[in-house]
């Protein structure tokens, strides 16, 4: 479902998930959430929601933020390993596409 920024958990969960099963140092590990918005409308009606309070963006300019994402990680730390979570099939598969040869990524949801 679409849990806007609350999803953030998921992405903390499996970095703990990398160091306790896996062995993991976990300051290698940092869980980002790239906040574009949600068009969960009990989201975008909390008063108490914490997510970008805007429609989810989509297309171009969805794209544009993580490429822009992409970009500066990897000018950052140029050998890092990026997993892809909960970006919805409809953009999963084009953004798994546009960086698999560019950046060491997967996305669980469609390779695990």
Not at 84 to 95: H, L, P, S
Not at 97 to 110: A, G, H, L, P, T
Request: proline fraction near 4%.
């Amino acid at each position: 479902g679409d849990l806007g920024r609350n999803g953030m958990g998921i992405s903390e969960g499996k970095a703990l998930l990398y160091t306790v099963a896996g062995g993991m140092p976990p300051d290698r590990l940092l869980p980002v959430c790239l906040d574009v918005g949600t068009n969960n409308k009990a989201l975008l009606e909390d008063p108490t929601y914490t997510g970008l309070k805007q429609q989810r963006l989509t297309g171009a300019a969805y794209d544009a933020v993580v490429n822009e994402f992409m970009s500066a990680v990897q000018a950052w730390r140029p050998h890092v390993m990026v997993q892809f979570e909960d970006f919805g099939n409809t953009n999963a598969f084009r953004v798994l596409s546009s960086w698999r040869d560019r950046c060491c990524c997967f996305n669980d949801d469609m390779q695990g």
